[in-house]
């Protein structure tokens, strides 16, 4: 018999509350200096392990390791929170009081580096919102600091069936617009809510094509979602982000030998079992029977978010649903990989971490999504 993969779902912490499986909705204050803009960062921070041992940790970041301290830890978080404002610089550097309004990183240990940054280096974006995924035996984890209060929040995982392993959780989090449409004079007939799905799939460690069949599973989770809450609402706004582990034109790349997690729109074989992608605005199509799209802002771009062996790659991405560019309500504005120069060596090669200085080996790319009214 073969042998799928069982999706499993579960209710998680943040904020040190424990969310009933209802959900729940909180309404804090929220302001921002563009009242009629959202700003999201996705970032790969690569292996943000803190300074302390909890027995999960990869052998070069447990206590004893020359290559791994206290020092060499706040150093770390000093350059995320460093590359994570690198979208807002001014004439005279980076603006400390500037930040997205939510931050989706992937490859951090465990809530207490969300913490870290949260009231360290970034103590002055306000991020009183604060997510960890899991599962708990995994070394690094998918978290989010945001300055939206959070409705809900779901962590899904793919129970492995062919010897990766457990997947990292797919954090299903809704965020509550309220306080932001209010600011915008009014809200009847808008949406109120985004629901964001952050994502960290399998890597291609093990080989492309042997490896594509879990990101492919992790991708039929995700579109079985979004097939569930657009039936129930087909105006909810729905945002998927994360590393994906492959571009968007990973079926081109792979010259359509196999089925890859995301394909390109208009290809309805995959039906549910893939993210169907376009880069053209009006090729978006809500999910039907018969025919779906994401649009990935990707399209047209030379730039990248991931290289390696001299091969740019598109690995961390946003993909947005028909809601969110329909061109009324909450609706995308634009879309940027980092491209500050300290991000950089004097080759143009990713200033990866090297043991003393240095970022991620991925660059924190940005979403900006503008209220633009109507009805």
């Known amino acids: 018999m073969e042998k799928r993969c069982l999706g ?8 040190m509350i424990l969310l009933p499986f209802t959900g729940f909705q909180c309404s804090l204050p929220f302001t921002k200096p563009k009242a009629d803009e959202l700003s999201i960062v996705a970032y790969n921070v ?3 392990f803190d300074c302390h041992d909890d027995g999960d940790e990869y052998p070069e970041f447990k206590s004893g390791s020359k290559i791994w301290d206290e020092e060499k830890y706040h150093t770390r978080l000093k350059n995320t929170a460093l590359a994570v404002r690198s979208f807002y610089s001014t004439q005279t550097g980076y603006s400390k009081q500037a930040g997205p309004d939510i931050l989706c990183l992937e490859e951090v240990e465990n809530k207490q580096v969300l913490d870290d940054l949260a009231d360290g280096e970034l103590k002055s974006l306000g991020y009183k919102w604060r997510i960890i995924g899991g599962p708990e035996n995994s070394s690094i984890k998918c978290g989010i600091l945001s300055r939206l209060p959070v409705k809900s929040v779901v962590a899904h995982n793919v129970a492995d069936t062919w010897g990766f392993g457990e997947g990292r959780d797919i954090l299903e989090v809704v965020f509550d617009l309220s306080s932001f449409v209010s600011q915008q004079g009014s809200s009847q007939g808008m949406e109120d809510e985004l629901t964001v799905f952050l994502c960290h799939w399998k890597s291609k460690k093990e080989g492309e094509q042997t490896t594509e069949v879990a990101r492919v599973e992790a ?3 995700v579109a079985a979602r979004i097939r569930a809450l657009e039936a129930e609402d087909k105006h909810r706004a729905i945002l998927v982000c994360g590393d994906f582990n492959e571009s968007p034109d990973e079926f081109q790349r792979v010259k359509q030998a196999y089925q890859t997690a995301m394909m390109p729109v208009g290809d309805q074989n995959s039906g549910f079992e893939s993210l169907h992608i376009t880069y053209s605005l009006d090729k978006v199509l809500p999910t039907t029977e018969s025919s779906w799209a994401l649009f990935s802002p990707w399209g047209g771009s030379e730039e990248f978010s991931y290289a390696f062996d001299g091969k740019t790659e598109r690995l961390d991405g946003f993909l947005l649903n028909a809601a969110l560019v329909d061109g009324k309500g909450l609706d995308y504005e634009a879309f940027d990989p980092a491209g500050a120069q300290e991000l950089f060596d004097d080759k143009g090669n990713i200033l990866c971490w090297d043991g003393k200085k240095g970022f991620s ?3 924190p790319i940005e979403l900006k999504l503008r209220w633009r009214g109507g009805q």
């Open 8 to 15: 499993r779902s579960r209710v998680v912490l943040f904020c």
């Open 46 to 48: 690569h292996n943000l």
């Open 219 to 221: 991708a039929r989770l």
């Open 361 to 363: 080996d991925h660059l």
